[in-house]
């Protein structure tokens, strides 16, 4: 950790600076270590020998508490996972706010993606809970299998919370809910500021003494199960692809991601509440219309939502602050914040006193001014306290008889001694005679070596310097004892007197922890609502599920779809971040549900693709969205296949990641998804990409029933869409000028003329000599194409789809082929047959059918 450099070079050393072990922590946290924290645990003076140490805490990077050693105001949870039959249960708890929630499910991708919306830290995982839902940055702690026990963990969660059958729906997560309490208990040790018990005795598992008393954590009253069928589901993949809190680019500023560009939030609380309403959005239209409610009017109310910002500013990260004085790691400044907090709430409620909506008027009951702990905080501290604890300085004059009077008496005595000095130049005649003090000789009387003569004889010496000497006489010490005893008892007193104050505040742990809750609810919709008013939000249209009428037969008829209409949408945050943006409309129901989107790169097929789900996602949030109308059924489930990846460590290439989370969606995927594809099939041949992208096309509308925008470069796509009673193209307008490709990002109906690739390459600045060679392979074999279309035309009256690989097969029977060179021809019947194959009309599983059959045919004729 630090290194020191003697005659034979620089050699490392254990020991870091205390003052500065944040930082050191900090580094060994993020190097994959878990550090545990030992202290003295008995006082220097009450022991001969060596004082004893223990370890009284673990830090690790799931239970951080420390304001400097978490990253930003986010939630920070740790995770433990628990099985119970088929049953996983999912635990997850931010040691620093309180917050706990659970949830359960028999299927471990549902588990997964649970996980990846919430992003823990850390993970603890129970014996024979699976580890592959903890994704890689996440730290997997090993912690004693008894903990995870049901009777054990159910008398953990006893301790906290009365009502635990009924909050909880599984044993799965009665066990996981217990051992991370067991767990968050583990790791905070013992009491604290030279309070802690001594933690040496640890030794279950892993070091851990589940056997041995415990503290319980009075900061943790809440528990909220909850089922992630009530929320708009949103697996790792959809988070990375909408951007909702990572750029997708390395070098992607904070604000180049959704919550980047809705945050107008002016307290962490908000921040917080904001997040989470985008980790998990509502599927209930009356949830939704509640918080659109507020927005709008928020929105109408310029003075008082500007006001209510202002005001909000002012506000400290309350569940932070409770937290840290229940943990009794909260110093005299934490507690005037939260009494400055306090003393902002009624100016906050009386913007709401007037409010229409029930959201708001709710809210305004929910402030709870906390009058009381305000007051005692007034009363028992002072205006701008030190930082330690244990020096004095903190506790307010006439709050404590016993605290004055020693004050009294150690101001008294320090009179005294500003007043000696004065005395005793009159009584000896020696003017530069001084009275002063230092820390290891105490209070003395210094004269000059010229002035020795007319010292009293009741001085003592007490110290030799060069040029004078230093006295005390019976009368200063007496005092200097007085003022030390005052002042030592004083600081004792105050110590005392804090921690006092300090657990009285920690008894309202709850009435702090629901207004802090009220706060941040409030702060969430002041930012929604200043978004929609800076940047010309419109409120969405919330529809109730059902089917559209259609009789059977009919285009969606029978079918419990989705409509999406939106008028002049814009994408959030590729708006804020261009100098201009061109508005686009989208309109999807059960008769227009799966969209073929076709245009050259650069046109704004994903951006569009994009724009309509985060409209989607925003409105369920409860915000206002970036367009001039829209109305929506609520959508339950979110998938995209956007963008190229692999995963060079766990052995999957970019089209084995393609294919694995389009498996994923055509598994789970269902009439209430919406679905986003982006050039499906491009990590393969022409061919292969191509006949993979039909069969998708062809089962998501048939199978699957999602609202799906597939955008692509397939344009023999766009012939199936007229197929497919539900399937629609639009196309991105492009036009050429002057050699030029001029993008005008405007969506219509119909299939674009081409893809317009060099053209492409040659705006991203392509040498001009691979740009014409490019242009002469392009004419070859466009001309080549047009004479294979009209042999097939002449040949063939079925509709088919051109491919490549119907080409080379159509030139090899116009050339000498390998097999004739080797001496084998292909037999006649056998190339007929091939020949004769319908491709554009067989499913991939008739297609490989087909040529398993074919190909035995073939060996049999060898």
């Given at each position: 950790m630090t290194s020191r450099e003697d005659s034979t070079g620089e050699y490392p050393m254990a020991g870091i600076p205390i003052d500065n072990a944040e930082s050191y922590i900090e580094e060994l946290l993020e190097a994959g270590y878990r550090v545990a924290v030992a202290d003295q645990v008995e006082e220097p003076g009450e022991t001969s020998g060596v004082v004893e140490r223990a370890v009284t805490r673990v830090i690790t990077p799931g239970t951080l508490t420390e304001d400097e050693l978490l990253a930003g105001d986010d939630n920070n949870f740790v995770a433990a996972l628990a099985r119970n039959g088929d049953s996983l249960g999912l635990a997850l708890l931010d040691v620093s706010t309180g917050d706990f929630l659970a949830t359960s499910s028999t299927s471990e991708s549902a588990i997964e993606d649970e996980v990846s919306r919430f992003a823990p830290s850390e993970a603890v995982v129970g014996p024979d809970a699976p580890t592959d839902p903890v994704p890689d940055d996440c730290m997997v702690t090993p912690f004693d299998a008894r903990a995870?026990?049901?009777?054990?963990?159910?008398?953990?969660?006893?301790?906290?919370?009365?009502?635990?059958?009924?909050?909880?729906?599984?044993?799965?997560?009665i066990r996981a809910c217990g051992a991370l309490l067991a767990y968050a208990e583990y790791v905070r040790g013992g009491e604290h500021e030279g309070e802690r018990g001594d933690g040496s005795d640890r030794d279950g598992d892993d070091g851990v003494d589940l056997e041995g008393p415990t503290e319980r954590l009075e900061y943790i009253t809440r528990l909220t199960r909850y089922d992630p069928r009530e929320y708009l589901l949103l697996d790792a993949v959809a988070l990375r692809s909408l951007e909702l809190f990572e750029p997708?680019?390395?070098?992607?500023?904070?604000?180049?991601?959704?919550?980047?560009?809705?945050?107008?939030?002016?307290?962490?609380?908000?921040?917080?509440?904001?997040?989470?309403?985008?980790?998990r959005p509502l599927l209930d239209p009356s949830r939704i219309e509640a918080r659109h409610d507020a927005v709008a009017e928020l929105k109408r109310s310029v003075r008082e939502r500007e006001r209510l910002h202002e005001l909000l500013r002012d506000v400290y990260d309350l569940e932070r602050l409770i937290g840290r004085i229940s943990r009794e790691r909260a110093n005299a400044r934490d507690l005037r914040s939260l009494r400055d907090t306090l003393a902002v709430v009624p100016d906050i409620r009386e913007q709401l006193a007037d409010a229409d909506c029930d959201r708001l008027c709710e809210l305004h009951e929910r402030l709870d001014p906390l009058a009381d702990v305000r007051e005692l905080i007034d009363d028992a501290i002072v205006t701008d306290p030190p930082i330690e604890i244990t020096e004095g300085g903190i506790i307010a004059e006439g709050y404590d008889d016993d605290l004055d009077e020693l004050r009294r008496t150690a101001r008294d005595g320090e009179q005294w001694i500003d007043d000696l000095e004065q005395r005793e130049r009159e009584r000896t005649g020696v003017d530069s005679l001084k009275v002063g003090h230092n820390s290891v000789h105490g209070y003395y009387i210094e004269v000059t070596n010229p002035n020795l003569d007319a010292v009293p004889e009741n001085y003592q010496r007490r110290q030799t310097l060069k040029n004078s000497e230093r006295f005390v006489?019976?009368?200063?010490?007496?005092?200097?004892?007085?003022?030390?005893?005052?002042?030592?008892?004083?600081?004792?007193?105050?110590?005392?007197?804090?921690?006092?104050?300090?657990?009285?505040?920690?008894?309202?742990?709850?009435?702090?922890?629901?207004?802090?809750?009220?706060?941040?609810?409030?702060?969430?919709?002041?930012?929604?609502?200043?978004?929609?008013?800076?940047?010309?939000?419109?409120?969405?249209?919330?529809?109730?599920?059902?089917?559209?009428?259609?009789?059977?037969?009919?285009?969606?008829?029978?079918?419990?779809?989705?409509?999406?209409?939106?008028?002049?949408?814009?994408?959030?945050?590729?708006?804020?971040?261009?100098?201009?943006f061109v508005p686009n409309d989208a309109r999807l129901a059960n008769d227009r549900r799966l969209a073929v989107i076709t245009g050259p790169n650069m046109s704004g097929k994903s951006t569009y693709m994009r724009q309509v789900a985060q409209i989607v996602l925003l409105a369920q949030v409860g915000s206002f969205v970036p367009a001039r109308a829209a109305r929506l059924t609520p959508v339950d489930r979110i998938f995209t296949r956007v963008g190229a990846s692999d995963d060079i460590a766990g052995g999957r290439s970019t089209f084995m990641v393609e294919m694995d989370e389009l498996a994923t969606?055509?598994?789970?995927?269902?009439?209430?998804?919406?679905?986003?594809?982006?050039?499906?099939?491009?990590?393969?041949?022409?061919?292969?990409?191509?006949?993979?992208?039909?069969?998708?096309?062809?089962?998501?509308?048939?199978?699957?029933?999602?609202?799906?925008?597939?955008?692509?470069?397939?344009?023999?796509?766009?012939?199936?869409a007229d197929d497919l009673a539900a399937a629609f193209t639009l196309h991105f307008e492009v036009e050429q000028v002057d050699g030029e490709v001029v993008f005008h990002h405007e969506i219509a109906p119909g299939a674009a003329t081409g893809s317009y690739g060099v053209e492409v390459a040659t705006a991203a600045?392509?040498?001009?000599?691979?740009?014409?060679r490019s242009r002469e392979l392009a004419a070859e074999a466009a001309d080549e194409d047009r004479a294979l279309e009209g042999a097939d035309e002449a040949t063939d009256g079925h509709r088919s789809i051109e491919t490549e690989h119907d080409h080379d097969h159509a030139r090899a029977r116009n050339a000498p082929s390998a097999a004739a060179a080797d001496g084998g021809d292909v037999p006649t019947d056998i190339a007929a047959e091939l020949r004769s194959l319908d491709l554009a009309h067989l499913t991939p599983v008739e297609a490989l059918t087909e040529l398993d059959r074919l190909k035995q045919l073939l060996e049999e004729a060898d």
């Amino acid at each position: 950790m630090t290194s020191r450099e003697d005659s034979t070079g620089e050699y490392p050393m254990a020991g870091i600076p205390i003052d500065n072990a944040e930082s050191y922590i900090e580094e060994l946290l993020e190097a994959g270590y878990r550090v545990a924290v030992a202290d003295q645990v008995e006082e220097p003076g009450e022991t001969s020998g060596v004082v004893e140490r223990a370890v009284t805490r673990v830090i690790t990077p799931g239970t951080l508490t420390e304001d400097e050693l978490l990253a930003g105001d986010d939630n920070n949870f740790v995770a433990a996972l628990a099985r119970n039959g088929d049953s996983l249960g999912l635990a997850l708890l931010d040691v620093s706010t309180g917050d706990f929630l659970a949830t359960s499910s028999t299927s471990e991708s549902a588990i997964e993606d649970e996980v990846s919306r919430f992003a823990p830290s850390e993970a603890v995982v129970g014996p024979d809970a699976p580890t592959d839902p903890v994704p890689d940055d996440c730290m997997v702690t090993p912690f004693d299998a008894r903990a995870f026990d049901r009777e054990r963990a159910g008398e953990k969660l006893s301790a906290y919370f009365r009502n635990r059958d009924t909050l909880l729906a599984s044993d799965a997560e009665i066990r996981a809910c217990g051992a991370l309490l067991a767990y968050a208990e583990y790791v905070r040790g013992g009491e604290h500021e030279g309070e802690r018990g001594d933690g040496s005795d640890r030794d279950g598992d892993d070091g851990v003494d589940l056997e041995g008393p415990t503290e319980r954590l009075e900061y943790i009253t809440r528990l909220t199960r909850y089922d992630p069928r009530e929320y708009l589901l949103l697996d790792a993949v959809a988070l990375r692809s909408l951007e909702l809190f990572e750029p997708r680019s390395v070098h992607g500023r904070d604000e180049a991601t959704l919550v980047g560009v809705l945050d107008e939030t002016a307290s962490a609380l908000g921040g917080r509440k904001l997040r989470d309403w985008l980790r998990r959005p509502l599927l209930d239209p009356s949830r939704i219309e509640a918080r659109h409610d507020a927005v709008a009017e928020l929105k109408r109310s310029v003075r008082e939502r500007e006001r209510l910002h202002e005001l909000l500013r002012d506000v400290y990260d309350l569940e932070r602050l409770i937290g840290r004085i229940s943990r009794e790691r909260a110093n005299a400044r934490d507690l005037r914040s939260l009494r400055d907090t306090l003393a902002v709430v009624p100016d906050i409620r009386e913007q709401l006193a007037d409010a229409d909506c029930d959201r708001l008027c709710e809210l305004h009951e929910r402030l709870d001014p906390l009058a009381d702990v305000r007051e005692l905080i007034d009363d028992a501290i002072v205006t701008d306290p030190p930082i330690e604890i244990t020096e004095g300085g903190i506790i307010a004059e006439g709050y404590d008889d016993d605290l004055d009077e020693l004050r009294r008496t150690a101001r008294d005595g320090e009179q005294w001694i500003d007043d000696l000095e004065q005395r005793e130049r009159e009584r000896t005649g020696v003017d530069s005679l001084k009275v002063g003090h230092n820390s290891v000789h105490g209070y003395y009387i210094e004269v000059t070596n010229p002035n020795l003569d007319a010292v009293p004889e009741n001085y003592q010496r007490r110290q030799t310097l060069k040029n004078s000497e230093r006295f005390v006489t019976p009368a200063l010490k007496e005092r200097e004892d007085e003022i030390v005893g005052a002042k030592q008892r004083a600081d004792e007193r105050e110590y005392e007197l804090f921690r006092e104050v300090r657990r009285e505040i920690a008894k309202d742990v709850e009435r702090v922890q629901a207004l802090a809750d009220a706060v941040a609810t409030l702060d969430a919709l002041v930012s929604l609502a200043t978004v929609a008013a800076q940047y010309d939000y419109c409120r969405p249209e919330i529809l109730e599920h059902g089917t559209d009428g259609n009789a059977a037969g009919e285009p969606g008829g029978g079918r419990e779809g989705l409509e999406i209409e939106i008028e002049g949408g814009r994408h959030p945050v590729v708006e804020r971040t261009q100098e201009s943006f061109v508005p686009n409309d989208a309109r999807l129901a059960n008769d227009r549900r799966l969209a073929v989107i076709t245009g050259p790169n650069m046109s704004g097929k994903s951006t569009y693709m994009r724009q309509v789900a985060q409209i989607v996602l925003l409105a369920q949030v409860g915000s206002f969205v970036p367009a001039r109308a829209a109305r929506l059924t609520p959508v339950d489930r979110i998938f995209t296949r956007v963008g190229a990846s692999d995963d060079i460590a766990g052995g999957r290439s970019t089209f084995m990641v393609e294919m694995d989370e389009l498996a994923t969606i055509l598994r789970e995927a269902d009439e209430r998804s919406l679905v986003l594809l982006d050039e499906v099939g491009r990590g393969t041949s022409t061919a292969d990409g191509l006949a993979i992208a039909q069969a998708i096309t062809e089962h998501v509308h048939d199978e699957v029933g999602a609202t799906t925008l597939f955008a692509t470069h397939h344009h023999p796509l766009t012939e199936i869409a007229d197929d497919l009673a539900a399937a629609f193209t639009l196309h991105f307008e492009v036009e050429q000028v002057d050699g030029e490709v001029v993008f005008h990002h405007e969506i219509a109906p119909g299939a674009a003329t081409g893809s317009y690739g060099v053209e492409v390459a040659t705006a991203a600045g392509v040498p001009d000599d691979v740009v014409e060679r490019s242009r002469e392979l392009a004419a070859e074999a466009a001309d080549e194409d047009r004479a294979l279309e009209g042999a097939d035309e002449a040949t063939d009256g079925h509709r088919s789809i051109e491919t490549e690989h119907d080409h080379d097969h159509a030139r090899a029977r116009n050339a000498p082929s390998a097999a004739a060179a080797d001496g084998g021809d292909v037999p006649t019947d056998i190339a007929a047959e091939l020949r004769s194959l319908d491709l554009a009309h067989l499913t991939p599983v008739e297609a490989l059918t087909e040529l398993d059959r074919l190909k035995q045919l073939l060996e049999e004729a060898d």
